[in-house]
């Protein structure tokens, strides 16, 4: 197996327009559309819900297009233009987004273009809204509000997210991991028009952006065209917290709580003290792997295929929190016997205990996940941008590289790290 990384890809060109906005462009030939990101950063906390409400309410209207209708048509006169809104986190930060794709100008019929159009259509959508006496309409902020409170109330149908999540809060009760990017549902009780209007003002105005877009123009023109975006954005310098330092573990706790479910959730919160600008990073990365990031790793061949105490099993390293989650779908009966079969396998990797072909095998997997952010634009601006927001250089083809350099020994080395500090269950009522 060759262990290099090749197929180097461009990245974006960054222009920082002011402290905390930044324009990223990327030069994108082998696709027939273009894509487009903007994302306004805030911290993760416990009243971020009505911040959540804003990218959808921005999407219900604009002075131009006041309705849903008039969006639809609009989005169809823009040769089949998609836009939508998105919620997300990347380390201690709550991310809110618009994004949207629409054709390249050199794929439409002669004559025909699209791109200055459609930017004008989203610099509307973000900065004139549809306002009824200066303030959203008081119908789209209950629907949003109401819509997110489902989101909210819904997650705990997901068993396995919800574990997790519970484990996380925790594992963590003073520290920013510990909050979802969904907020609190009890928040949206506040939701007025007069208060997501002024959320909204605060957020283009002072909330740190980053504008990312793919597309077969030349960077210099797209930057040009995309600058009024960032009209009237200036970012206040204090609006977000410092970075915390990753914590070790504490004596290792046990958390037990009983839902209504058949089948029980066990999760491990590992500590790994070890965050994106340490040495060990990408050794850690590949420790993940032989453990339990991907099917051929030692949790489902040893606990789940081999030992059958488990309908399904993985690991999850987050160097943003230096947590590495252990998640395993079980029955309640085989808790005991399945925790230690984890430890285990963990030892094993401690030790090295691993074959060459784990090791190979999981170098290969993490080079080809990679090599798949590569063909999405939507994927490349998404690691740019957690790459920017989490401490690590977002460069795609550097982080290929120094994983495929990473040993043997220091597999082992990060595996050492690892602390176990909280067993969670989520446990059948009946088992009460």
Known sequence: MTRSASSRLAGFESRELAP??????RRE???????????????????????CLIP??????SRSHPSMRDISRRTEELWGMSIGSGVDRAGMRHVVSIHSEFPEDSRLPAAEQVFEQAIAFLTELIHQPHLVEECFCEQTVQNEALQHRRTIEGRIDDKRSWAIQRCVEETCPDEPWRFHEYGMVETLDTATPELITDLWRQMIATAPMHVHFSGDIDPEVSA????????????????????IPLKGAEQT????????VQQANLVLALRTSTGFDDPLHESMLVANGVLGQFPHSRLFTQVREKESLCYSVSSHNDASSGLMLVTAGIDVGSAPRARE???EQIEVVRQGDFSDEEFEMTLGAWDSR??????SPA???EFDLTSRLCGREPDLDALRGRIAAVTRDGVVEAARRLELDLVYLMAPEEAS
């Not at 030939?29 to 990101?37: A, E, G, L, N, P």
């Open 224 to 243: 040009a065209r995309l600058q009024p975006l960032f009209d009237g954005n200036v970012p206040d310098s204090g609006q977000l917290r410092e970075s």
């Open 253 to 260: 706790r046990e958390v037990t709580e009983y839902f209504q």
């Open 56 to 61: 959808a309410c921005l999407l219900r209207g």
């Open 29 to 51: 030939t082998r696709r027939k559309t273009s894509h487009f990101r903007v994302s306004w950063i805030g911290d993760l906390g416990a009243s971020i819900a009505n911040q």
């Open 370 to 375: 990679l090599r798949m952010i590569q063909d």
């Open 341 to 343: 079969s984890i430890l």
């Open 20 to 25: 905390g906005s930044i324009l990223h462009t």
């Open 379 to 381: 994927s490349l601006a």
